[in-house]
């Protein structure tokens, strides 16, 4: 089974940064696309960031030119550069792993059959 695990999160201020890192193991790693997810209280969880087994990817455009998806084959890692914090990035940040790959419906939750524990990232 694939499994994720995750870090990097924190409270920073405003205009700061954070690296998330997902780290992926019991699979076949190039066959798989990922996405980052994040939820806040008292919202659904939105889909952000993905990338699929080519390195090709996609943003929701509320962090579009702001948050930058990357993975590292090496390490079998999976991150996510988040960079001009805003307080309306507060939430917990999830990475979440498709065997299938699906591009055009990267931001439906239902895609992903395996999901990290999330990572929270306040911003003041």
Not at 41 to 70: C, L, W
Not at 95 to 114: H, I, K, R, V
């Amino acid at each position: 089974d694939v499994q994720l695990v995750e870090s990097g999160g924190g409270s920073v201020q405003a205009g700061g940064s954070l690296r998330l890192a997902c780290v992926v193991t019991g699979y076949t790693y190039s066959a798989y696309c990922f996405a980052y997810f994040r939820q806040a209280p008292g919202k659904e969880r939105e889909g952000i960031a993905f990338i699929d087994d080519h390195g090709r990817t996609n943003y929701a455009d509320s962090v579009k030119g702001r948050f930058t998806i990357s993975k590292d084959s090496a390490e079998l890692t999976v991150y996510l550069q988040v960079n001009s914090l805003k307080p309306e990035d507060t939430a917990m940040y999830y990475c979440a792993a498709d065997g299938a790959c699906y591009p055009g419906s990267w931001q439906e939750d239902y895609e992903y059959p395996s999901w990290g524990q999330g990572t929270q990232v306040t911003v003041s």
